[in-house]
């Protein structure tokens, strides 16, 4: 997976949706490693906020931030936007407490960042939870769990009448396509809840098409009238339920869809993807809070760390990798390359009983030794090295000097080490200077910077 920035600023004007109140927006590039920053350029001092979880202040129909100077609603599908789209890092300026919503969903953020243009800024890293998490609303009946897992998942389960809302269930693995799989869904309101926001004052700024009514149980005489003058279409009296005729659904499962889009709206204050299964029931902007809180908790003391797929099919199997590399068993430490890209590669190797190595180190307590660790990451960061060159069979790669070496956890039987090697610096001459590290699952063991030299095999 990739990060992406911004490669220029864009900006988009609508209405909020609850308070009517017309609204700019201009998001520019961020500062790297800045997160998401929000300033509302209509206040005095144009006070600015860094995001995450803590300035969540209210739950009631959007997300609502506040850090005690400002205030903003609605954000949640601008930040799922950018998060979807791998970008981490961006100013968004105001010039109202409310962003709009648009046709209540990403899709025209997506298509102005897609328009703006992305840039590369390297492998994409998140974080690593310590343990399960669970968080619960006795109040509404929701929960919400993060278990760890090699690669951001997210699962949503809605307690909706499918008959109403259509499949209630939705998955999403990050790093899919989230332009064509969750950007699409619009916001929805069933009819029971519409009625009561329609009596506070609330919607505003709803017009046609920006979001589904669906209808979810049959409506009085007084109820239809109210919900017919507040559309300006008429509401047959037996009318089935579902999306109404005047927002019909437009993609498989958008309401599903939609609430995955809010989730990943609300983790966005995070900061980065977490290497975890997240699974929801009952999802909304209360209990997705809560569980991005309860998160930033837990991963306060925590590095990011490169994600990887350990599903994901060899790029290299061993066989193609001795047609790069000299060595051969049992010196040949990789069995796979997994991605390979100008900048960084990864690959892995199974460590099993049968290792040579383990007759000696040691008899009774087997632990894979560091420096055949560094060898393994050496051998992973000589397929990225030789890439550069058009015939890698006739070169070799000499490593030059080891820094900033550190083993972190011992490696034994059982384990697969997963090696990601990316470039410190473009190479120059021949020297090829690399930062490596070495994961079991999600837990780094071993790192450092390997310096080697291209030369050609006499």
């Given at each position: 997976?990739?990060?992406?920035?911004?490669?220029?600023?864009?900006?988009?004007?609508?209405?909020?949706?609850?308070?009517?109140?017309?609204c700019?927006?201009?998001?520019?590039?961020?500062?790297?490693?800045?997160?998401?920053?929000l300033?509302?350029?209509d206040?005095?001092?144009?006070?600015?906020?860094?995001?995450?979880?803590?300035?969540?202040?209210?739950?009631?129909?959007?997300?609502?931030?506040?850090?005690?100077?400002?205030?903003?609603?609605?954000?949640?599908?601008?930040?799922?936007?950018?998060?979807?789209?791998?970008?981490?890092?961006?100013?968004?300026?105001?010039?109202?407490?409310?962003?709009?919503?648009?046709?209540?969903?990403?899709?025209?953020?997506?298509?102005?960042?897609?328009?703006?243009?992305?840039?590369?800024?390297?492998?994409m890293?998140g974080?690593?939870?310590q343990?399960?998490?669970?968080?619960?609303?006795?109040?509404?009946?929701?929960?919400?769990?993060?278990?760890?897992?090699?690669?951001?998942?997210?699962?949503?389960?809605?307690?909706?009448?499918?008959?109403?809302?259509?499949?209630?269930?939705?998955?999403?693995?990050?790093?899919?396509?989230?332009?064509?799989?969750?950007?699409?869904?619009?916001?929805?309101?069933?009819?029971?809840?519409?009625?009561?926001?329609?009596?506070?004052?609330?919607?505003?700024?709803?017009?046609?098409?920006?979001?589904?009514?669906?209808?979810?149980?049959?409506?009085?005489?007084?109820?239809?009238q109210?919900?017919?003058?507040?559309t300006k279409?008429p509401?047959?009296?037996?009318?089935?339920?579902?999306?109404?005729?005047?927002?019909?659904?437009?993609?498989?499962?958008?309401p599903?869809?939609?609430?995955?889009?809010?989730?990943?709206?609300?983790?966005?204050?995070?900061?980065?993807?977490?290497?975890?299964?997240?699974?929801?029931?009952?999802?909304?902007?209360?209990?997705?809070?809560?569980?991005?809180?309860?998160?930033?908790?837990?991963?306060?003391?925590?590095?990011?760390?490169?994600?990887f797929?350990?599903?994901?099919?060899?790029?290299?199997?061993?066989?193609?990798?001795?047609?790069?590399?000299?060595?051969?068993?049992?010196?040949?430490?990789?069995?796979?390359?997994?991605?390979?890209?100008q900048?960084?590669?990864?690959?892995?190797k199974?460590?099993?009983?049968?290792?040579?190595?383990?007759?000696?180190?040691?008899?009774?307590?087997?632990?894979?030794?560091?420096?055949?660790?560094?060898?393994?990451?050496?051998?992973?960061?000589?397929?990225?090295?030789?890439?550069?060159?058009?015939?890698?069979?006739?070169?070799?790669?000499?490593?030059?000097?080891?820094?900033?070496?550190k083993?972190?956890?011992?490696v034994?039987?059982?384990?697969?080490?997963y090696?990601?090697?990316?470039?410190e610096?473009?190479?120059?001459?021949?020297?090829?200077?690399?930062?490596?590290?070495?994961?079991?699952?999600?837990?780094?063991v071993?790192?450092?910077?390997?310096?080697?030299?291209?030369?050609?095999?006499?």
């Open positions: 997976m990739i990060q992406y920035s911004l490669r220029q600023e864009f900006s988009i004007k609508g209405r909020g949706i609850h308070s009517g109140i017309t700019e927006v201009l998001v520019k590039p961020g500062l790297s490693n800045k997160g998401y920053t300033v509302r350029q206040l005095r001092d144009q006070p600015s906020m860094t995001l995450n979880p803590a300035l969540v202040s209210e739950t009631d129909r959007c997300t609502t931030l506040s850090d005690g100077s400002a205030t903003v609603h609605t954000a949640e599908h601008l930040l799922s936007a950018l998060f979807g789209l791998g970008i981490l890092d961006a100013e968004i300026h105001c010039s109202a407490a409310e962003l709009p919503i648009l046709d209540g969903s990403a899709k025209p953020w997506v298509e102005a960042i897609l328009q703006a243009g992305l840039e590369e800024v390297g492998p890293k974080f690593a939870l343990s399960t998490i669970r968080v619960e609303d006795p109040k509404t009946g929701a929960w919400a769990e993060a278990i760890p897992a090699a690669m951001p998942q997210y699962q949503v389960h809605l307690s909706h009448d499918p008959e109403a809302v259509g499949p209630n269930s939705f998955r999403f693995t990050y790093g899919e396509s989230y332009s064509q799989k969750i950007a699409p869904a619009r916001t929805f309101t069933l009819a029971s809840h519409l009625l009561p926001l329609i009596n506070r004052g609330l919607l505003q700024g709803a017009e046609e098409g920006s979001g589904v009514v669906v209808l979810d149980r049959q409506l009085s005489s007084d109820e239809r109210a919900l017919e003058a507040f279409h509401i047959a009296p037996n009318e089935t339920l579902g999306a109404l005729p005047l927002t019909p659904f437009k993609m498989p499962s958008e599903a869809a939609h609430k995955m889009l809010d989730l990943l709206g609300d983790l966005a204050l995070i900061g980065r993807p977490v290497a975890a299964e997240i699974r929801i029931f009952k999802p909304g902007h209360r209990i997705n809070t809560l569980l991005a809180q309860v998160i930033m908790d837990q991963i306060k003391s925590v590095n990011p760390v490169p994600f797929d350990p599903n994901a099919d060899a790029l290299m199997d061993a066989i193609k990798i001795m047609s790069i590399l000299p060595h051969r068993p049992p010196f040949l430490l990789v069995d796979r390359i997994l991605h390979l890209s900048t960084d590669v990864w690959g892995s199974a460590v099993t009983m049968n290792e040579p190595f383990f007759a000696g180190h040691f008899p009774g307590a087997p632990i894979m030794p560091g420096v055949l660790q560094l060898e393994a990451m050496a051998q992973v960061g000589g397929i990225l090295a030789l890439s550069t060159v058009e015939d890698p069979e006739n070169y070799l790669t000499y490593f030059l000097k080891m820094d900033e070496v083993f972190k956890s011992k034994g039987p059982g384990d697969t080490l090696f990601h090697l990316s470039l610096q473009p190479i120059r001459r021949g020297i090829v200077v690399m930062r490596g590290q070495a994961f079991v699952g999600q837990k780094l071993t790192e450092g910077v390997l310096t080697a030299m291209i030369t050609k095999d006499k």
